[in-house]
């Protein structure tokens, strides 16, 4: 079975469609691709810095205290959510049929979202942070965030509620989820932190944010473009519709008891730690579900990822999500948590989450939306592929070295009457790996920059034929051309 090609009148329809999201998808498209290229930098510095502690001694603003929360701000609130958000509009005007008529008050809603997280972002650089993982921003910051996120996607919602008839598509769905989800864990988790909570329920309140965020809004927003973009370019239909809805299901109904797993054996009633570690092993089935499901979606049609940038990124982004879900669902065990709790292995988990299967399926998403926004092509494939693989390794790099390191530091953090030092100094050579990772990454992002800047100002390529990868311009009229399949 193979997916209906569509008619003049629809083609003509998706154009209106694309020309109502241009200048608001490409505004935060934009404005995510610059602190995109901020944060790695500074992910780069914060990585230098703890493995050469006395470097910038004398500059208070380049302390590790102070460079990775901005780091973590700058990646989380000013690229992926940005990113996102972008991608939810385009994606929901394309599948309600529903041009998007609010631009400028987008826009203007686009723009206070910048200016708040530039506020995060610079309060904590400057020590004005509070030592709650992208919860550290000053009380008075938290409400601008989320004023503007509501005030931005609330335009979702009467998109979806205006579609045509039937059911909703399982991308909407997930859509519609994260729009949802992600003001519920936001507020909740800031009222209760900043208004007089215990400190060690605060902990556990940043561990389930962070959890939540993941998996109440990174994953839904990821698999809203893996479930559109899938059957978009093979041209086949999602394998089992009822396995994606189950999947969509079991998220929203166990992403939140997550997160108190990662304070297994601390001064929390022992079921909150228990109730997590199942949840997040439960997810598991459903993350691993939805990855079969897509890859059997692609059978017969794995020569694809050659040559369609959109399908290569997304394809490794639900590889990755699938990577991710594994790993947490073993780190809230207790038999591996008791030891990487605290180590170098969540730093790289989390990186996973916000890098590694959101980033990648984000970028598969921009390379397919842009030139459909502005009628462009991208300038050069070969740039895409360098993005592509510099990006692949630098989190690969990542990830391995901190799972690594992490066990190695977590050895050392169970022997009791070891100093702390010692887990410090035998774990610090695989820091080596995680500044190396941010360098790959950063050069790779520069790419991507360059060219969508291109992209923006009108100097994409106006030759015929769409950018592939291995292939050149005007050789090729689809991916699916290019691999012999039509």
């Known amino acids: 079975m193979t997916v209906p090609q569509p008619t003049p009148e629809e083609i003509k329809e998706r154009a209106t469609i694309d020309r109502s999201t241009r200048y608001p998808v490409m505004f935060f498209f934009t404005s995510a ?23 910038w001694d004398e500059c208070q603003f380049m302390g590790y205290g102070r460079l990775f929360p901005a780091h973590l701000n700058a990646l989380v609130y000013g690229w992926a ?18 041009p998007l008529r609010q631009t400028v008050a987008v826009l203007v809603t686009g723009h206070l979202w910048n200016a708040a997280v530039a506020l995060a972002v610079c309060t904590v650089w400057f020590g004005f942070g509070k030592s709650i993982p992208l919860l550290d921003f000053p009380t008075w910051v938290w409400p601008i965030l989320a004023i503007a996120y509501a005030l931005t996607v609330m335009w979702v919602i009467p998109m979806f509620r205006t579609r045509r008839e039937g059911l909703p598509y399982i991308s909407e769905m997930f859509v519609v989820g994260a729009v949802l989800w992600f003001p519920w864990i936001f507020v909740t988790a800031n009222i209760l932190i900043n208004k007089g909570t215990a400190p ?15 998996y109440f809004w990174m994953a839904p927003v990821s698999l809203a473009v893996a479930y559109y973009i899938i059957p978009k370019i093979s041209g086949r239909p999602i394998f089992s519709y009822p396995l994606a809805h189950a999947s969509f299901w079991l998220l929203a109904f166990l992403a939140g008891w ?89 730093v790289g988990l989390d990186t996973l989450a916000f890098y590694g299967f959101f980033s990648m399926t984000i970028f598969g998403a921009i390379y397919f939306i842009v030139p459909r926004i502005t009628g462009s092509e991208w300038p050069s494939g070969e740039r895409i592929r360098t993005h592509f693989w510099f990006s692949a390794y630098g989190i690969i790099t990542l990830v391995i070295t901190m799972l690594v390191g992490g066990i190695a530091q977590g050895g050392d953090l169970a022997v009791w009457d070891r100093a702390f030092s010692v887990s410090f100094v035998n774990s ?28 923006f100002i ?23 051309a290019a691999a012999g399949m039509s």
């Not at 009108?458 to 950018?467: A, I, L, M």
Request: glycine fraction near 10%; charge should be positive.
């Open 33 to 55: 691709a610059a602190w995109l290229l901020a944060a790695t930098i500074l992910g780069f510095l914060s990585s230098l810095k703890l493995r050469v502690p006395g470097l």
């Open 81 to 98: 959510m940005q990113a996102g958000i972008g991608v939810m509009l385009w994606l929901m005007a394309r599948l309600t049929r529903t």
């Open 428 to 455: 610090s050579a695989y820091v080596v790996g995680r500044a190396t990772a941010w360098g790959l990454i950063g050069y790779s992002n520069l790419l991507f920059l360059c060219q969508l800047y291109q992209m």
């Open 200 to 214: 060690v329920m605060g902990a556990g309140l940043n561990a389930w944010f962070i959890s939540n965020l993941s």
């Open 458 to 480: 009108g100097k994409g390529r106006k030759s015929e034929g769409p950018t592939l990868l291995h292939t050149e311009p005007g050789k090729a009229a689809s991916a699916k």
């Open 258 to 346: 997550t997160g108190f797993s990662r304070y297994m054996g601390g001064p929390f009633p022992a079921w909150m730690s228990a109730i997590s570690g199942a949840a997040s092993i439960f997810i598991l089935l459903a993350i691993v579900a939805t990855v079969v499901n897509l890859m059997i979606s692609l059978k017969g049609c794995s020569k694809l990822w050659r040559y369609s940038p959109s399908l290569r990124f997304t394809v490794f982004g639900m590889l990755m999500l699938a990577i991710y879900a594994i790993l947490s669902a073993a780190s809230s065990t207790y038999f591996f948590g008791k030891d990487l709790q605290f180590s170098h292995f969540m």
